[in-house]
């Protein structure tokens, strides 16, 4: 079954410092795309970051990075520097084909991130 | 500015009644989603549309419908049949239905129960 699994239901981290959001997903597809969105307590959904199945680099945007371990069916989020504005919800996300060639987004159920000043 | 325009940004719907929340865009992007978000839940897909005057069933359609008359436009109905709507819904688009580019989504819209 298609599957993202975010184990994190909360997380602490100290302004300034690195944290690691863990996601893993499960498909049998080899063409898929992995996705990382944020979302405040406002309700937005701010897109952060894209992964390819065949990308061979890991994706980076500013101070978000993606940690992609294929093998092991892992995209987890690395987000440099916290800030407190990085307070916020995240979800992992992946397309995968649907019926009659369509792509849907299969959603994890978010990570809560809480930066401490 | 170029955006997704949700609205209203607060919904109260009586028993029985239908409302319908409004979703535009000013992006030309050809594909247009509804996700339905609990609280604690993940995103769940009502309806898209990949161009004008087509649309498809997502996981959870029962008790909604949509319209795709416009480009720009993707309104739904939350109909008296859900008889669980109280949510927040999002609107979202792609550029292209079967592309690669991330989904945009607009601010969202609270649906409540009177």
């Known amino acids: 079954a298609q599957k993202i699994t975010q184990t994190q239901p909360g997380m602490f981290v100290q302004e300034k410092e690195a944290v690691t959001l863990d996601c893993t997903y499960d498909t049998s597809d080899p063409s898929y795309g992995l996705f990382w969105y944020k979302q405040p307590s406002s309700g937005e959904m701010i897109f952060l970051i894209y992964?390819?199945?065949?990308d061979q680099q890991n994706a980076t945007e500013g101070r978000y990075s993606l940690n992609f371990q294929k093998a092991r069916k892992s995209a987890n989020l690395v987000i440099s520097a916290s800030q407190l504005g990085d307070s916020a919800m995240y979800f992992c996300?992946?397309?995968?084909?649907?019926?009659?060639?369509?792509?849907?987004?299969?959603w994890g159920l978010g990570t809560s991130l809480a930066v401490n000043p | 500015d170029g955006g997704i325009t949700q609205s209203p940004k607060y919904l109260f719907r009586k028993e029985g009644q239908n409302v319908t929340l409004s979703c535009e865009q000013n992006?030309?992007?050809?594909?247009m989603y509804w996700y339905r978000q609990d609280p604690g839940q993940g995103l769940r897909l009502i309806y898209y549309s990949q161009i004008v005057n087509d649309f498809q069933k997502g996981d959870i359609a029962e008790g909604y419908s949509v319209s795709r008359e416009k480009k720009e436009s993707f309104p739904l109905t939350v109909t008296s049949a859900q008889k669980n709507p109280t949510a927040f819904y999002l609107c979202?688009?792609?550029?292209?239905?079967?592309?690669?580019?991330?989904?945009?989504f607009g601010d969202g819209t609270r649906l409540s129960i009177l």
């Open positions: 992006l030309n992007h050809d594909a």
């Open positions: 992964q390819g199945s065949y």
């Open positions: 979202a688009t792609q550029l292209e239905p079967r592309g690669n580019q991330p989904q945009h």
């Open positions: 996300a992946m397309r995968v084909p649907n019926a009659g060639n369509n792509r849907k987004l299969i």
